[in-house]
């Protein structure tokens, strides 16, 4: 496993996410539903009641690729300027989008730097081809110089 840092400007490219999910008060298991009734959680094993937690995608942009990540929790509704019951209220009660124009004004020419770990898959000997080159110096008389192979990866 690697660690990379990154550099590069946030988003907001999709609008039409849910920005938030809802979780048992207790163990904070996350629930496919966008009812607040009261139900039984079979991870704490008690009835609870479902609560809003802030959770949305931003992408990160870099000038060699965009990759997506989570923003859950105060940071998501610190960048939201929002509650989280104020964003379920907005997208689950009243079925409206959120309004991100500030959120777009305030991203803009922001960077941030993101730690990521990523699985480092080497080269597999299937894919690597080696071959020897020549060059040629000093006399026509003298053999050939060989360089050490280099590996390439196949196309």
């Known amino acids: 496993m690697g660690v990379f840092y990154v550099e590069a400007e946030m988003a907001v490219l999709d609008e039409f996410q849910d920005f938030c999910v809802l979780e048992c008060s207790g163990c904070k298991q996350k629930k496919r539903t966008k009812d607040r ?7 704490c094993n008690r009835k609870t009641a479902l609560v809003p937690r802030c959770s949305f995608q931003i992408d ?13 929790a105060e940071l998501g509704e610190k960048i939201l300027s929002m509650t989280a019951e104020d964003i379920f209220d907005i997208t689950c009660t009243k079925r409206q989008s959120l309004s991100l124009t500030h959120v777009h004004e305030m991203l803009s020419n922001k960077t941030t730097t993101d730690r990521t770990s990523k699985k480092i898959k080497p080269l597999e000997i299937s ?16 053999p050939p110089k060989i360089e050490p192979p280099t590996p390439t990866k196949k196309v």
């Open 37 to 43: 009734k009261d139900f039984d959680c079979s991870k």
């Open 60 to 72: 990160l942009i870099d000038n060699t690729a965009t990759t997506t990540t989570s923003i859950s």
């Open 127 to 142: 894919e690597v081809e080696v071959m020897a080159t020549t060059t040629a110096t000093g006399s026509s008389n003298a």
